[in-house]
C-alpha cells in the first residue's frame, strides 16, 4: 500500500482534511524558521481528534538533539523526520534520547551520490525531497533507479502528478508526501487532498 503523508499542517482544518482524505501521516515542522513551523501546544490542540492510525511527523531541521527530544514529547510525536544535515552518528545518539521512534532522514537529491548516502543511511526510512520547506520542485526522477530500500518520494507532487511519480518511481516505493501541493494561497486545499490521496491510491486497486 502507498501511504500518503500530507506534511506542514498548522490548523484544525488541515486535520481534518487529512482525516478526510484518508492520509496515513501527518507532518508538523518543529524547527523555528519556516512558513509552516508550528509548536508543541498547537500540535497537541489540532490533532487531538487524530485517529491512532495516522501517525504524527515531527519535522527538525538540524535541531539540537536534546531540544529536539524534548519538543517531540512535548508535542507527542510518533515519528521524527530529520530535514537537515544530520548523519548516522546523529540519528545513534537520537535513538538513546528517544528509544522506539521511527526515524525517517530527508535527503535532498540531485546527484547519483545522494541516492548512495540515502542507501547507506542507518535511519528506519529515508525520504528523497527536492529542497526544504515545500519548495514545489521536483528532482530527477531518473536517479532513484539507484535507490535499494524503502523510501517515501516527495518533492513537487500534487494531485495532478502524483500517478505517474508513482508509477515512475519503482518497487521500493513506500509512500508519497506532499506540502505545498495540495495548498491554494498558502493553506492546505481539502479537495487538493482528497483528490491527492485517491490518486495515490487507486493504483493499488
Known amino acids: 500500500m502507498t501511504l500518503v503523508k500530507f506534511c506542514g499542517n498548522r490548523r484544525e482544518e488541515d486535520i481534518r482534511y487529512v482525516i478526510e482524505a ?3 501521516l501527518a507532518g508538523f515542522i518543529l524547527t523555528k524558521g519556516f512558513k509552516r513551523t508550528v509548536d508543541p501546544k498547537t500540535v497537541r490542540e489540532i490533532s487531538k481528534d487524530l485517529p491512532e492510525s495516522i501517525r504524527k511527523v515531527g519535522v527538525f531541521v538540524n535541531e539540537p538533539l536534546e531540544d529536539l527530544a524534548k519538543t517531540a514529547s512535548e508535542a507527542d510525536i ?5 530535514h537537515g544535515d544530520e548523519d ?21 537529491v ?11 543511511s542507518s535511519a528506519d526510512l529515508v525520504l528523497l525531497d527536492a529542497g526544504v520547506g515545500g519548495s514545489g520542485r521536483v528532482f530527477d526522477h531518473s536517479l532513484i533507479k539507484g535507490i535499494s530500500r ?12 502524483v500517478s505517474d511519480a508513482i508509477k515512475n518511481a519503482g518497487p521500493h516505493l513506500m509512500g508519497v508526501d506532499v506540502s505545498s501541493g495540495v ?22 486497486s
Open 22 to 24: 484518508g492520509g496515513d
Open 78 to 82: 510518533d515519528i521524527i523526520q530529520l
Open 88 to 108: 548516522n552518528d546523529h540519528i545513534k545518539k537520537l535513538r538513546e534520547l528517544l528509544p522506539g521512534k521511527k526515524i525517517i532522514k530527508v535527503f535532498i
Open 110 to 120: 540531485k546527484t547519483e551520490d545522494d541516492i548512495r548516502r540515502a542507501n547507506e
Open 150 to 161: 524503502d523510501f517515501i518520494l516527495a518533492g513537487g507532487l500534487n494531485d495532478e502528478n
Open 183 to 204: 495548498e491554494t494561497d498558502g493553506y492546505k486545499d481539502r479537495e487538493k487532498m482528497i483528490r491527492f490521496s485517491r490518486n495515490a491510491k487507486r493504483l493499488e
